[in-house]
C-alpha cells in the first residue's frame, strides 16, 4: 500500500517556476514507477512524466520536454516536478501517482493516485 500526498502548487505568471513534491509512505516506494499526470476542468487527465524505480529512465510528455524535470530521492520517499518556463496551459490540477505497470504513460497503469495539487498560470 501507497499513499501519495501533493504540495508546493499556487498561483504564478506564465514564464515562472514552480516545484511540485510527492511524498510518500510505504515501504515500497522504491519499487514503482512514479508518475505526474494533469487534469484541466472540462479535460481529461493527461500523462506529464514518469521516472523508473531506480531513477535511471524518465519520459515526458512531448507538451512540457526541455520544461519540466522529473526527480525522485528513494530514502526521503519523495519525487519531484521542477517545472520552468510555465506557461498557462499548464494550469491544471497535477497528480502524482505509482505504478507497477507496464505501460507508464497510461491512467490505468497507475495503482495509487495522491489527491492533486493546482498549479495555475496567469497570462
Known amino acids: 500500500q501507497v499513499q501519495l500526498v501533493e504540495s508546493g502548487g499556487g498561483l504564478v505568471q506564465a514564464g515562472d517556476s514552480l516545484r511540485l513534491t510527492c511524498a510518500a509512505s510505504?515501504?515500497?516506494?522504491?519499487?514503482?514507477?512514479m508518475g505526474w499526470f494533469r487534469q484541466a476542468p472540462g479535460k481529461e487527465r493527461e500523462f506529464v512524466a514518469f521516472?523508473?524505480?531506480?531513477?535511471?529512465?524518465?519520459y515526458y510528455a512531448d507538451s512540457v520536454k526541455g520544461r519540466f524535470t522529473i526527480s525522485r530521492d528513494n530514502a526521503k520517499n519523495a519525487v519531484y516536478l521542477q517545472m520552468n518556463s510555465l506557461k498557462p496551459e499548464d494550469t491544471a490540477n497535477y497528480y502524482c501517482?505509482?505504478?507497477?505497470?507496464?505501460?507508464?504513460?497510461?491512467?490505468?497503469?497507475?495503482?495509487?493516485w495522491g489527491q492533486g495539487a493546482q498549479v495555475t498560470v496567469s497570462s
Open positions: 501517482a505509482a505504478s507497477n505497470g507496464w505501460s507508464p504513460t497510461m491512467v490505468h497503469s497507475y495503482d495509487y
Open positions: 510505504g515501504r515500497t516506494f522504491s519499487s514503482y514507477t
Open positions: 521516472i523508473r524505480w531506480g531513477g535511471g529512465g524518465t
